[in-house]
């Protein structure tokens, strides 16, 4: 793309004589024509693109008065919207918008930041003056410019790449299973690309995309995040862990797959961030089972295995679905339109009564625990509909929730007395949500 030409803002008028109006603007235009002279054996980028066919110098004939004049332009920008609410936003976007007017590959824009840089680490002219505050925040603007220019074009397969690798370093356990599975050989782009807006002098949206140093920081943050969600002292106490023979097995496994894949030199130096991270969380799981095991044989006499709990027993909903992400899709079921108009929901719960009250939830119950075994929600095995169904009624602050053979009857579709309902049309309602 060849450069083109900007507008200032309304008001702007060149200072007399400009650009020789003050010795700034006169030093700029000719470091500027000087620089132009050797363009563009300058550098070893322009010297590159010397060599391409559709390259004539002629067209960059204007970049030194280009220079000169989208600083002034720039100068005033600032001094007109530094008051304002979005003064931030606005400043930063115009100097985006002069940015991508020197073309691609760029020709000219590093001596345009550099005027805008001095301007602003002077502060101020005769009449005007930058606050201290906002100059610092402008300034380091411009230095994060220039860290991303020195870092080059993001490559998205890179990232992908950078990703897979740390998919691959969460440890393969039933905590992290969904996400693993859902993950695995994908890219989710809404990691990568951020702050998302809309730019109105250049007219397009704009987003950012992370590099790679910075992807591997929010994959490091990501990582604590996840590990933090896991209460296994609750999972233990609720019997979510039946076997901890087994999962101490399963931690110990994983423990040793993260040693030596760390150790052979697989990952960076700041991806070994989130690695040393889950590395001590997996010794602080392996201590703790470690710790356990001799007291639940203690309490579990002459039952070979020690157990943590009965998989059958009441659970409440978090405990049942610890993955944020699977409770708000369930929940999300609760705000669509159900299949009979004169079931509603009032601050988030259903305030029919009635038969068909306690036969949607078993549908919906029925709904998860088929998405479950599909592999599209997170459920520890074992978990049974009718547990799932008794998390949901409370929950949802349903009292009296029936029995297992009083269940059975809805699953059957009789109506012995409530309003009418169709067990079966409820299911195929909560399947075509989950």
Request: aromatic share 12%; hydrophobic share 35%; glycine share 6%.
């Amino acid at each position: 793309m060849y450069p083109f030409d900007t507008e200032p803002i309304d008001g702007y008028k060149p200072h007399p004589n400009f650009p020789n109006c003050c010795p700034f603007h006169k030093s700029v235009l000719e470091n500027a024509e000087n620089w132009f002279k050797r363009f563009p054996d300058c550098c070893d980028m322009h010297k590159r693109i010397k060599r391409k066919k559709w390259f004539r110098r002629e067209l960059y004939e204007g970049v030194p008065r280009k220079i000169v004049n989208q600083i002034s332009f720039t100068e005033y920008h600032i001094f007109k919207r530094i008051d304002s609410q979005n003064w931030f936003d606005d400043i930063t976007n115009y100097i985006e918008y002069n940015i991508q007017s020197f073309g691609s590959p760029p020709v000219g824009t590093d001596r345009y930041l550099a005027g805008i840089k001095d301007y602003i680490t002077i502060g101020k002219t005769e009449t005007f003056e930058l606050p201290k505050e906002k100059r610092k925040k402008l300034l380091e603007y411009l230095e994060g410019l220039k860290n991303r220019e020195k870092e080059g074009v993001t490559d998205l397969n890179i990232l992908h790449a950078t990703y897979q690798k740390w998919v691959k370093a969460i440890p393969d356990l039933f905590f992290f299973s969904e996400l693993k599975e859902r993950t695995k050989g994908k890219f989710p782009i809404n990691m990568v690309i951020y702050d998302q807006e809309y730019n109105p002098y250049t007219g397009m949206a704009k987003a950012r995309v992370r590099t790679q140093p910075e992807f591997i920081k929010f994959l490091t943050d990501l990582t604590r995040q996840l590990l933090n969600n896991v209460n296994t002292v609750a999972l233990v106490k609720q019997g979510l862990i039946s076997d901890v023979h087994a999962h101490t097995l399963e931690v110990m496994n994983e423990n040793h797959r993260i040693k030596q894949t760390s150790l052979v030199g697989e990952y960076s130096k700041g991806e070994t961030k989130y690695v040393k991270i889950i590395k001590k969380w997996l010794a602080n799981e392996k201590k703790y089972f470690k710790d356990i095991i001799p007291l639940l044989t203690a309490l579990s006499p002459g039952k070979g295995k020690p157990k943590a709990g009965d998989v059958s027993q009441k659970v409440t909903f978090e405990q049942l679905f610890p993955y944020s992400p699977d409770r708000a899709t369930i929940l999300a079921t609760l705000e669509k339109p159900l299949p009979d108009e004169s079931l509603a929901l009032e601050d988030g719960k259903w305030v029919y009564s009635g038969k068909s009250e306690r036969a949607l939830i078993v549908a919906l119950a029925d709904a998860i625990k088929q998405r479950a075994k599909e592999g599209n929600i997170s459920l520890k095995k074992g978990i049974s509909a009718n547990s799932i169904a008794e998390a949901l009624a409370s929950h949802l602050g349903v009292e009296d929730w029936p029995s297992r053979a009083y269940r059975a009857r809805y699953q059957n579709g009789i109506r012995n007395d409530g309003p009418a309902f169709d067990y079966q049309e409820f299911k195929r309602h909560f399947l075509a949500i989950l």
